[in-house]
Each structure stands twice: as structure tokens, then as C-alpha cells.
């Protein structure tokens, strides 16, 4: 399966939920803020960063952000995939 990167940029999340409910397996709600958390990911500057494999989940969380702050890149070239 294919290595990628999730890049979320978590200051902009607006607390849809979408991508926990699509992809429970790396994103849980943050009671505190109201804001999601990248299950397992690490901050880098205003990132969280984590990476996996590419899954259906992991695209269509993507896509599917109503705020388009998750981010997925391929891990050996760096693309930009969703
Ligand atoms: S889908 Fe996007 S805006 Fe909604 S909780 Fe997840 S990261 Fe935040």
C-alpha cells in the first residue's frame, strides 16, 4: 500500500466532523476546542503531520474537509495527492 503524509493545518478546522466520521481510525474530536485531533500526529509549526497508508478513508476525509486544512502527500515523492 502506498506511504503518505497527512499534513493538517489544525488552527483552521472548523469542527465539521467529517473526517472523523469518515476515517475514525486517525481523527477524534477535541471536546476542549471543538476542533479535531490527528490521532498519533506530531506538531510541526502550525502542522500536525502523520504519516500512514493510503486508505479510501484516508482520501475521502481529505476530499471531503469542508475546510480543506488535511492535506495528503505521496511520502517518496512529496506530491500532492488530495
Ligand atoms: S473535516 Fe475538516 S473542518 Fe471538519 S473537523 Fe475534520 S479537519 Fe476539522
Request: hydrophobic share 40%; proline share 1%.
Amino acid at each position: 500500500m502506498k506511504k503518505v503524509k497527512i499534513v493538517y493545518t489544525r488552527d483552521n478546522c472548523i469542527g465539521a466532523t467529517v473526517c472523523v466520521n469518515l476515517d475514525s481510525k486517525h481523527w477524534i474530536m477535541n471536546k476542549a476546542d471543538a476542533k479535531a485531533n490527528l490521532i498519533d500526529g506530531t506538531q510541526q509549526g502550525d502542522k500536525w503531520v502523520l504519516e500512514t497508508e493510503l486508505t479510501q478513508e484516508v482520501q475521502m476525509a481529505a476530499e471531503q474537509c469542508p475546510a480543506g486544512v488535511i492535506e495528503v502527500y505521496d511520502l517518496e515523492s512529496d506530491e500532492k495527492l488530495f
